[in-house]
């Protein structure tokens, strides 16, 4: 502990505690440094547009901390593809010009992280619900699990997508998705948890049961409600 070596009597010899002081004052001010290089800190919200003339106050996409388990994928949009199978009546494989010549559309949702912080942005793209109905959902099905070049899966219900109504978006305010957020896919799943927001999307898969993801397999709940936040 700081100061320990001080004992009652010996008073407050500021030489002594020199040192000490210059340490902490070196260590805060090397935190506050960590936290704006990874985007901790609040930066001014930008007005984003909406459908119908409306704006709304967003977050710049830099703001946002470069969040993930896996590292940043290469992924060569050219050759993309978005594969839709498991309990499915028609698999799908979707290149991304395939996927932005689906209906989209643009919403207004807030990206709560587990850390503490929040995000707000525009996104854009086909809603998953629509794609799932491309796809024809089988008798049985219950969980739709998606997953990451990288291994990083992670899964919501049914129900919860008939709740939420999530996004596999590829533009966020009004531009491309930047590749540290999930370019060229990323789910948008309103009202949960920033580990259930799977970056760089390429596979969708309905199962029956339930399934536990990267971070839900260690102890995150599978849940992850986060409405209100």
Known sequence: MLFADTAPGRGCDMRQRAPYVWFTLLAVLAGVVLCLAAGCGSAPKQQASLPGGKKAAVDPISSFPEETA??????????????????????????????????????????????????????????????????????GATTVVFASPGGYTTSLTLADIKSTDPILAYDANGAPLPEKEGYPLRLVAPDKLGYKWIKWVISIKLIKGAYEGYWESRGYSNDAGAKGR
């Not at 949702?109 to 796809?135: F, Q, Y």
């Open 70 to 139: 896996e590292g940043r994928p290469d992924i060569n949009v050219a050759t993309y593809r978005l594969s839709v199978g498991g309990l499915v009546t028609k698999p799908l494989s979707l290149s991304f010009i395939d996927i932005k010549a689906l209906p989209s559309v643009e919403r207004f949702v807030k990206l709560p992280c587990v850390e503490g912080w929040t995000r707000a942005a525009v996104w854009k793209g086909p809603r998953l619900s629509d794609v799932l109905e491309r796809a024809g959902v089988r008798k």
